[in-house]
Every structure is written in C-alpha cells, then in structure tokens.
C-alpha cells in the first residue's frame, strides 16, 4: 500500500502539488478563524445561582435559603459538585457537571429546579438568578470612567444608564459587572417625631410613596373619525412629586410627605468599592466574555465600541481601561511564535550541516509550514483554540522527522545511483526502502500522544488540544512525507556522484565505527554501564519533588488583603489607599486598581474585609529594585507588614480566578475541614493553619473567615407585644423599614430607573440607643419604644457559612513557595496527622492545585503503561517478532534517564507537563530504533554477515538518527531556555524531551546494536 501511494504520487506529480496549494490555502482560511487565547480555559462546566437575601445573617441565609436550592439540585444528571457560599444577605451556590456537558443544557436544568425551589424560599427574598454565561478566563476587559467635573455618583448613572447598555450589544459580550461607584437613589427620610404629632404610621407614608407613582391605562376612545389612547399619569419623576403626595387626610387638611420627611439623593446602600493608585474611588466595570467566544476578537468589538461610546459622552468624561487580556494574549503569542521560530531555524542549520546540501535541507524544512496549516485544518474542525498549550508545545524537529529519513536517503541514494536508473526511478526505490519504518514511526509518535487525550479534568482541558493539535500536524507531516516530499525532491534534487558526504557527518562517522566495534567486542561492558546510568537515575527520582503545573506568569501580580470581618466599608477603604500607596512606592508598579467587597452581580462574593488589588507591572527592563518577579512580591510584602491589622493573599488575576471557580478556593493548597459546627471548625482550622506555618515552604497562609461579624439582635419579646396587641410581623417591618431602609417604588429618568427608599434618619439609626428608642406604632393608636417590647445585644456572629457535598466546611488556604507543591503536601500531611485529634464527624481533604496534581498522577499511572501498550502493539506489527519489538522498547528506560537526570539539573519539579514530555519523548526514541533495526534486518535479508550488517547498518543510518534526535531536541531548545509570558509550562516538557533524546540516542548507536548482535546470535545457536 505504502509503495502503491508513493509510485502514484510520483507519477502524478502535477495533481500531488495541486492537492497540497489546495490544502495549504485551507489552512490559512483556517488559520485566520481559529480563536486566539492566552491559556487553555480550564474553568469546568458549572452554573452560579446567585440569590439575594437581604438583611439575612449569614447562617439564617444557609438555613433559609442557600439549603432549599442545594437539595433541589441534587440529583441533577451528571453532575459533580454542589458548593455554596452564605453570607449576609447573599447565597451563591455552584452547580458543577462533568466535561462536555452543554453550559445551556446545564442552565435550563438548573433553571426548572430554580423553579422549584423557590416555592421552599421566604416570600422576602426575590427569585435567584443564574449567573452570567462565563468562565475564569471571562472577565477580558475592566475599566474606569474618569472624569474632572462628575462625582462617583454621576459616573456610576454614567455607567448603568450610557455605557453598560451599549457594551451588551457587542457580540461575544455575555454581561458587563458595574462596581464601585455610588448609585443613585431617591430617599425619603421620615422624623418619626412628625409622625408621632401627626399619628401617622410609617406603614402608612410607604403605602402612601408606594401608590402615588404610577400610569393608569384607559384604553381608548374614538372621537371626529379619530382614535385617542386614554393615559392616567401619576409618575413622580422630581423630588417635588413625592414631597406633594398626601399620607392622610386630617379634618379635611391634607398630610403631605413634606410634613413628616426629607426627600433628597443620596447613595444606595452597597456592599463594595474601587480604589485607584491609592487616592480615591473610582466607578468601574467589567466586561465578560460569553463563553467559547474568540477573547481577541470580542476584546477587539470591545475597544471599537469604547472608541465610540466615548465621542457620545458628556464632556470631561471617558472610560479609561485598567486591565485588557489583549496585552496577556499578545505576549504569550509572542512567547509562542519566538520558540517556534528560533526553534525552527536552529532544525534548519542542523539540517544544512547534516545534508549539505541546501535544497535538501529547503525540501524537509518545508514540510514545517504545511503539517502546521494541515493541524490548522483539524483545530478548526473540533473548535480548538490557539494558545500557549495547543501551540507552545509543538516541537517542529518531531514534525519533519520522517521527512528527514525520507530526503536524506534520497541524496545517500542519488549519491550513489545505479547508472541504468532514472532520477524518479531512484527516488521511488529510496522512498520505499523507508517507507515503511517512517509510517509507522510517526505512527508510534502519533500513537503515544493518544492516552493524554484520556487525561480529565484541569490537565485534560490543557493538554488534550496539544495532543490533537501535535497529532494533526503528524497526520499531515506524514501524508506530506509519503507524496510530497517525493514528489518535490523529484523536482529539485540534483544527481550528482561526486557529491562527498559533509564534513560534519563524516567526522561523526569516523569517530562512531570504531567506537561501535569495540563495543560489539566488550558487550558486558556497555551493558554494565548501561544498567548502573539506568538505575542510578531511576535512584534520583525521590529527589525530584513534584507539583501540578509550573504556574504561568501572568505579567501582573494580584494582591489580596485580608482585614478584620468586622471592618466597616469606610474604614476597608482607608486601609485600601494606605496599602496601594505602599506598592504605589515600588518603581516596577505601572498601576493599581483595588476591588473590594463584591460587584452588583455577585460572581465573586467577597465581603468587604476583602480586596482584590491588581497590580500592572512595567516590563522588566526598566525595574529597578528587584531582578524576578518572586523577589519583587517578596519585598513588596515586608513593605506591606506595616500596614497594621492586614494579611495578604499573593496570587495573579486570572490564576485567583481560575482556582475560584474550579475549587471554590483561591490557592495553592487548600486543606478542608468538614464538620456541623461552627465554633468547632474555627477552632480546629486555627490549629491546622498554625501547623502548616511550620512546614518549610508555607507562604500566605490563612484560615477562612467565618466568625467575627458583630451583629445587633434584636431579640423580640413575645408576652410584652402581646400586651400591646402587636404581632411580630409589625416590629419587624419597623425594623426593616425604619432602620433599614426598604425601597418602596422607583424613578424613571429616561433610561435609567432610580429607587425610592424610605427609612428613619441616620442620627436615630446610626447607634444602638438611637435603635432601642424607635418608636413602634401600636393598633389603637399611639407608639412605644422597641425597647419595651425587645431586647438589644451586640454579638459575634458568622461572617459567612461554607457548603460542599452537602456538609458545612471551613478551609485553610497556603500558597507554597521555595519548595514544590508535593514535598510540601506530604510534610504538612504527616505533621497535621500527628498533631491533631478531630471529634467524631469531622474530617480533613486536600484541595487546591495539589488536588489536581493527585488526579493527574492517578491517571498518569494509567496512561504512561497504556502508551507503552499501543508502541509494543505497533513494533510487534511492525517487525512480526518480540525479540526485535522489545529490544527496541529498550530505548524507552534510558529516554527516561535522561529526562530525569536533565529536570534534576535545571531543579525542575516532576510535574504533569514533564510527565507529558516523556510521553512525547517516546515516540521519538522508538522512531530512531526502528529506522536501524528495520535497516540492519533488511541487510541481513540481503545476505550480509551479522556483524558487517549490524556496523554496516548502523554507520550508513548515523546521520538519520543523529538528525532526528537532533532536530527534535533543538528544536525544543527555544523552549527550554525561554522566559517569556508562559514558558512556565513549556519549560520542563522541552527540558524532559531534550535530556531523553541524548541518553535514547546513546542507546539506539551503542547499546541497541550490541543488544541486536546478542540476541540474535542465541537466535542462531538454538535454531540450531
């Protein structure tokens, strides 16, 4: 079949060179359609329920609310996890399913449960809603509006009512966050002393502001062959119109708001801030990104937009961004783009040194663009983005390995050429003569890539589109070798048989006979060496340390402070500015924006102890106080120890937001305590953070705050409002409109709609006294103060209550620096195990990026077996014999030594991406011990004694072997060395790949002819 296709490519040369146009231009119309990204997203499948519940504690929140829609969704089909978070006022609970689950099917399942629950929900609390259609790779554009005459108030009207309804127009744009900023709202704030003169109740002025502002429609009449549409207004749209509404009618004199309250604009009560380069707050907003959407392209619509809603703003206004994911993309696609440049020049000098011969090295380094714009095709048609991951990882050497073998014996065989045969005679012979160990070469290189598309989870979601991304560009690189190459070294391939072979290779060749002689005679010796290298690298391994996955660097830094559960907004804004204006003093700092508390869609439910500072970096080479970017956080956090009664979190903005959604956790290692009650998991949560601050390698760590919150109970006295003839639904709506504040109606200004909220003065509000002497409106007339009829106390609550798998649970959170995640785990996991004693129900699981780093290695151990299975399988049918099918999987221990020993230098943890690197490191040790042994066989077959074949074919296939492994390895050089935006993850996988290949391509020279000449002379001796 092989011969059949290359004869046929042969002798249509024509139509094979059309065929390849006709494919190149579908790559680039492929090319230029594919989504760019800066990471894979590993966000899994999930659906927030958001849930506003005001003026709820925290565990009545649970109890009430956050309770009834997690057991409605248990029970969901596919589904993984239910988590929730109950704090005041608020339940966010997160729905996770299994990959590959449509996000829309997952939505309207949640929603007919919603449906459901909120029959079982108080009547007070509105209908949950779902949370936007995103993922932790969403939020690609944040911004500002900045402005010299405007208020953050003003801005903010700017924002809901002119930006916010024009940005979620552009397609792609799922929904726009506004934080910060003051919203605008009517108040009307009641004297109770007026009311009191007037005996008036306060249910009374709300009805009163709640039926006076609305429209009447009176159909319509028909009058002088007309038709008139009949409208009854009585829309307050000023102050004025809800000053002038009448309470009551007293003797025929009217009772106007205006006698017994204030009308006037003040802000709405909120529950969060942004704070800018530590001067004051800002009104900001975030865009995010439906999911699945092309982030370059939706980001792109976005700036376009910007551009011009900014020409259509009052003046002295504009939105001004702090934070746009184009400036990641571009550097990481500027990472990727730079490693497979360098990496393909360098394959390209290597192939000049090794040809020598220009048109030779042309004709192979051709195949690189065409098997990527044939991988372009493929990404396409499954919908994989371009990014780091899917592209960063491919190494253009493994692409033209077959071309190499292919062309090289084309210019050995031209060189060489019987005199009666044709130039196409020739190449076709050549062509077939490796045909077959090149097919299944790369099909073994293919074959391994298989298993990692087994891979789930986080890991599955960031090597699967490298596996599929590598194996198209294989596919094609294959197809290419098989017609193409052929087809276009008919073209431009010279006979000439005077041509010496080049210098390099002769050189080589000269060192390398002898050498294999020598060795063919001491066979103990070179096996002897190569079992004590085998085993004494497998020896180093413990000494390796293993993590998940080498943390890309983002550019930027994300600072989390951490304040007291009981701080007020204000004072957290204080503190806010103090803390910017510490890292303001750092020179590498270009900008800082703080987001504290949570946005008006509560996607990150932070309370206000909580900020989230991003800090923009300048590049490096204009920084002056520190050299990494480690060093910098490290002394940006000595800086930050001044400022008193803060903790910090140190992290990077998507990194936070990734880890958030996927684990509900913003760390590397998260250590769960589940239990019932709350007392007992703070306690015990505090004694597990004070273990993990012993263990080597702890940074940041911190327990969840879930108790400090000073809460004002109002405990009301059953007996004493029974005297009264009072119910406790009467008090409670004193409590709830008098002190509170509830909107009673809204304001239609244009566009935009303002709220009308009715509540007491703050100067009554304001203390616990003015709160005990609230006077409550009795049936029959006249008040009494709330302090007769319930008692007032100030007490510690709950900040907030935390769910998983249906059970509360509190969590420790560590970030690990100067060690790796593994070692680190296991020192804290023995020292916890030794120290603590749990009650009866309680139990501890490890979450995190350790979590995922478990999940990988468990399936790893399955996948590296199954990878080794499928090359076994194809060797066997390759060579139709075990003895030659396992002398080649020989290469693969030693390949394994040399990736080991190469990590161990360069202190490189065993992580997911090295594992991935051994795995790809197979295919092409096998690829270079198939093209000997098939080569030595046929030799044999052509009747050459053992010995002179195995020299014989050892020396003639040097150069093929050596250029395989050398281009594979240079090629992945770029990689291994970078420090660009990303190279994190790429660094160990090409470290693993070039340090394998040395030790494999040892072997395949040395160790494999000498293990061949054994064998096969026992083969002899028992045939015999």
């Not at 109740?201 to 006076?212: C, H, P, R, S, W």
């Not at 096996?527 to 000494?543: E, K, Q, W, Y």
């Amino acid at each position: 079949m092989i011969n059949k296709l290359i004869d046929f490519a042969l002798k249509q040369r024509l139509l094979v060179v059309a065929a390849t146009i006709l494919v190149a231009a579908i790559g680039i119309y492929s090319l230029n359609n594919i989504p760019i990204d800066a990471f894979p997203d590993v966000t899994n499948i999930q659906v927030q329920v958001i849930a506003e519940a005001p003026g709820y504690s925290p565990v009545e929140v649970e109890k009430l609310v956050t309770f009834p829609i997690e057991v409605e969704m248990n029970g969901l089909p596919r589904l993984t996890e239910v988590r929730s978070i109950s704090k005041y006022g608020l339940a966010v609970v997160t729905v996770v399913f299994e990959d590959g689950v449509d996000i829309y099917f997952a939505r309207q399942l949640v929603l007919e449960r919603l449906q459901k629950a909120k029959e079982s929900l108080p009547s007070t609390v509105p209908q949950p809603e779902m949370g936007p259609i995103a993922s932790g790779m969403g939020e690609i554009y944040q911004y500002f509006l900045e402005s010299d005459s405007l208020d953050i108030m003003g801005l903010r009207s700017i924002q809901d009512w002119i930006v916010k309804p024009q940005l979620r127009t552009v397609p792609g744009v799922t929904e726009v966050n506004s934080f910060g900023g003051l919203v605008k709202q009517y108040h009307i704030i009641v004297d109770p002393n007026k009311l009191l003169s007037y005996n008036i109740t306060l249910d009374e002025v709300f009805e009163a502001v709640e039926k006076n502002n609305s429209v009447a429609g009176g159909n319509y009449l028909e009058h002088a062959s007309e038709q008139y549409i009949i409208r009854g207004i009585g829309l307050a749209n000023k102050e004025e119109d809800f000053e002038n509404i009448v309470v009551t009618n007293e003797a025929g004199t009217p009772i106007y708001i205006r006698n017994v309250a204030r009308v006037m604009i003040g802000p709405e009560i909120r529950q969060g801030a942004v704070v800018m380069q530590g001067r004051g707050e800002v009104s900001a907003a975030i865009v995010m990104m439906l999911r699945g959407e092309n982030s370059q392209k939706v980001i792109q619509r976005v700036k376009a937009k910007v551009e011009e809603i900014n020409k259509s703003l009052p003046p002295h206004v504009k939105i001004h961004p702090y934070y746009d994911q184009t400036d990641l993309v571009q550097k990481t696609i500027t990472t990727v783009k730079t490693n497979l440049l360098e990496g393909g020049l360098l394959i390209i000098v290597i192939l000049l040194l090794f040809l020598g011969d220009i048109r030779a090295a042309l004709i192979v380094a051709s195949t690189i663009p065409l098997s990527m714009l044939f991988a372009f095709i493929g990404m396409q048609w499954l919908g994989l983005t371009a990014n780091l991951m899917s592209l960063g990882a491919i190494d253009f050497g493994m692409i033209v390995d077959g071309s190499v073998v292919m062309v090289e014996n084309f210019a050995r065989r031209l060189t060489h050429k019987e005199s009666n045969a044709t130039k196409i005679q020739s190449i076709a012979g050549a062509a077939q003569e490796v045909g077959r160990p090149i097919l299944f070469g790369i099909l073994i290189i293919i074959a391994v890539y298989i298993p990692i598309m087994t891979l789930q989870g986080i890991e599955g979601k960031m090597f699967k589109p490298m596996a599929l991304t590598v194996g198209f560009a294989l596919v094609g690189s294959l197809l290419l070798t098989l017609t193409f190459i052929p087809v276009l070294s008919s073209f431009l391939l010279k006979e000439d048989r005077t041509r010496k072979e080049p210098r390099v290779i002769h050189w080589i060749r000269t060192l390398y006979t002898p050498l294999l002689e020598k060795a063919l005679k001491r066979k103990l010796l070179v096996l002897g060496i190569a079992l004590f290298v085998l085993i004494g690298s497998f020896a180093l391994v413990p000494f390796l340390g293993s993590e998940f996955i080498p943390e890309l660097d983002e550019g930027s830094i994300l600072i989390q402070p951490i304040r007291m559960p009981s701080i007020s907004l204000t004072e957290s804004i204080e503190i806010e500015k103090k803390v910017q204006q510490v890292i303001m003093q750092f020179p590498e700092v270009e900008f800082v924006v703080g987001r504290l508390g949570r946005p008006d869609i509560a996607t990150d439910p932070m309370g206000i102890n909580l900020s989230d500072i991003y800090v923009t970096l300048k590049p490096k080479s204009e920084w002056k106080t520190a050299e990494t970017k480690e060093e910098l956080v490290k002394k940006m956090v000595e800086e930050l120890k001044h400022v008193p009664g803060v903790n910090y979190n140190i992290t990077q903005p998507i990194a936070m937001r990734v880890d958030e959604l996927v684990s509900g956790v913003k760390s590397d290692v998260a250590i769960k305590l589940f239990g019932d009650e709350l007392t007992v998991l703070k306690e015990k949560a505090e004694r597990i953070a004070e273990i993990v601050r012993g263990v080597p390698g702890a940074s940041d760590v911190a327990t969840e705050q879930v108790a400090g919150q000073t809460y004002l109970n109002i405990y009301i006295d059953r007996g004493s409002i029974a005297r009264y003839g009072l119910n406790v639904t009467a008090v409670q709506r004193i409590i709830e409109i008098a002190i509170g504040g509830k909107v009673a109606t809204e304001v239609i200004e244009g566009q935009a709609r303002y709220g009308v909220l009715v509540r007491y003065p703050e100067s009554i509000r304001g203390d616990i006294q003015g709160i005990a002497n609230t006077l409550v409106s009795l049936p029959k007339g006249g008040t009494v103060p709330l302090s007769q009829i319930a008692t007032i106390t100030a007490e510690e609550g709950p900040v907030q209550v935390s769910r998983e798998y249906g059970q509360r649970r509190i969590v420790v959170e560590c970030n690990v620096r100067g060690t790796d995640i593994g070692t680190f785990v296991a020192a804290a996991k023995k020292k916890i195990e030794a120290s603590l004693n749990l009650p009866a129900g309680y139990y501890i699981t490890w979450g995190g990026q350790f979590e995922h780093q478990e999940s990988a290695t468990n399936r790893l151990l399955v996948v590296v077996p199954l990878s080794i299975f499928i090359i076994f399988v194809l060797l066997f049918t390759t060579f139709g014999n075990l003895r030659h099918t396992m002398l080649i999987l020989l290469n693969l221990p030693f390949a394994l030594c040399g990736g080991v020993v190469a990590l161990l230098i360069r202190d490189l943890p065993l992580s997911v991406s090295a594992s991935i690197g051994f795995i790809a490191l197979f295919g092409v040790a096998v690829l270079n011990g198939v093209v000997m042994i098939s080569y030595i066989n046929q030799l044999l077959d052509e009747g050459h004694d053992l010995t002179i074949a195995i020299i014989k074919g050892s020396s003639d296939r040097l150069r093929p072997v050596l250029m395989t492994a050398l281009v594979a390895s240079f090629g992945f050089i770029p990689m291994a060395l970078s420090h660009g935006t990303g190279a994190e993850v790429q660094r160990p996988l090409a470290t693993v790949v070039i340090g394998g290949l040395i030790t494999s391509t040892l072997l395949t020279l040395f160790v494999l002819p000498t293990v061949y000449q054994w064998v096969e002379k026992r083969r002899v001796k028992i045939e015999r």
